[in-house]
């Protein structure tokens, strides 16, 4: 294959790769690494950063690192390392033995820093951080140099243990690597490189008490762990520079190679873990995982399947330019998916009576639904009728609209899998509510029989009021109504909506918790709980578009 059939169709990403590989950089090696901070639980952008950077590795059979960048104690925990792991084996990536932390790596981080001291490319700072940030610059003008810039290696070098023996307080002194203070990119005007925050670590404890600033720990750990190609975000472009000092300036036996691509962001919801974060901890949602979350786990809650999600990252690939994703995209790679693989059934959430007057009374009979209408080999399964059955209370109309082709006085309407029935009489309660409907049968036009010739316009969903069983359903809808929310926006006040009383088609009885259907007429929906036997299920998703649909309304 010629370096052009190689590259042809791939995203700038894998023709660097391809290109380095060529080359023999890093002696034609390849190896990626996901880097979560564990303050938080991942978000959808997340996935997308762990389909790129699992997704390209397994490509080249190289190793992907995950490795937690955890380098400030005071936000990290175990928990959120824990659901890390498990969302990232949830999308179906596995690490083998690439397991890693910014914190195994702490003792040659500090060799390095010891390095850039003896070079004299590094000092500390005894100026308040009050004092560096004002002294910084601007974009517009330069930064001013700290009068302790000048401390000879030997100091420097003395101050730097005494500050690791813990005989400071936070805050007293700080390292910063010596670079340019009147340069244009602030992110090289001396950065801070460590810090003192006397502070036990989740998995160091007590053995340090000064910790790496990010960019520091960041491209060593990416040098030291054999990282050659560190895929990162946007907003990390302008800390590229300063990545390529410090692997100019230090004796590393890898060179990786920062490239970014764009953030994920999608439409009524929030990509970010602060934000995610203050959601949980205000009890606005139940936790990390309610299913209106954008968290890899609140879809997971939601319903969603990992092999959606992996297509849907697929979908958004890789670019460069910011994009806010559609939400349409999301929940039309899921619908594509559950459309496929989804039994049907079905299940009544408003329920209205019907009775048929000219059934025999006592009696019922049992009829054979399809589990899938194009999948003949996904079988049957078999439903009840009888005398006394429960419909959508939408599905009629005392005074019809045009165009309305379900149940009304005198229409009739097919039951699907069963007969077509017509509305003889409608009966109210005291308030003028419509409580039943009495309706009569054609026996003559059983499902699937063939001989009937009548015809209806539509065919509306039901279940045997003395078979069905009784449980819960939740409805969601996003998260907030806003299309670019903040974290003031209101939460959308329709985006949980509980429905107590559902009535469910008896072969329900038997469903497993994880089980997705589909709900005739009604949407996705996966059976997230049983409760006293009381059966509870999530919707996943709408049938239709109706997202959509509602935009272009707007429109
Ligand atoms: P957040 O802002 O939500 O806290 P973060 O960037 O601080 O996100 P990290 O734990 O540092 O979270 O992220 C780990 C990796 O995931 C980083 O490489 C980061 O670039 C990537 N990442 C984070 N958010 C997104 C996103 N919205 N789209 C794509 N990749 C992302
Ligand atoms: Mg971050």
Known sequence: MSKKDKYRGKDFIRQM???????????????????PEPNGYLHIGHALSIYINFGIAEEFDAPCYLRFDDTNPAKESDEYVNSIMEDVKWLGFDWGNNLAHASDYFESIHEFAIELIEKDLAFVDSQTSEEIRNTRGTLNSPGIESPYRNR??????????????GEFENGEHVLRAKIDMSSPNINLRDPVIYRILNLEHQRTGKTWCIYPMYDFAHTLSDAIEGTTHSLCTLEFEDHRPLYEWFLDNLNLSTRPRQIEFSRLNVEHTITSKRKLGELVDSGDVSGWDDPRMPTISGLRKRGYPASALREFCKRVGITKKDKSIEMSLLESTVREELDATCNRVMAIMNPLKVTIKNYPDGESETLEASNHPKKKEMGIREMSFGKNILIEKDDFMESPEEDFYRLSPGAEVRLRYAYIIKCEEII???????IELICSYDPDTKSGVGKSKK???????????????????????????????????????????????????????????GSRFQFERS????????????????????LKDTWAKIQKKKK
């Open 17 to 35: 790769i391809h290109h380095d590989i060529d080359q023999g950089v890093n002696d034609g090696r390849l190896a990626t690494r996901f880097p």
């Open 428 to 434: 109210k309660d005291e308030d003028g509510e419509i």
């Open 152 to 165: 000879s290696v030997s100091e420097n070098l003395g101050l730097f243990n005494r500050m690791k023996n």
């Open 455 to 513: 015809k209806v316009k539509s065919a509306i969903h039901w279940v045997s009021a003395d078979h069905s069983i009784t449980g819960k359903v939740r409805l969601f809808e996003t998260l907030y109504s806003d299309p670019s929310p903040d974290s003031d926006s209101p939460l959308n006040p329709n985006s949980k909506i509980e429905i107590d009383e559902a009535q469910f088609e008896q072969s329900l009885s038997n469903a497993k918790i």
């Open 523 to 542: 949407g996705y929906f996966i059976l997230d709980e049983i409760e006293d036997e009381k059966l509870s299920f999530n919707r996943i998703v709408t």
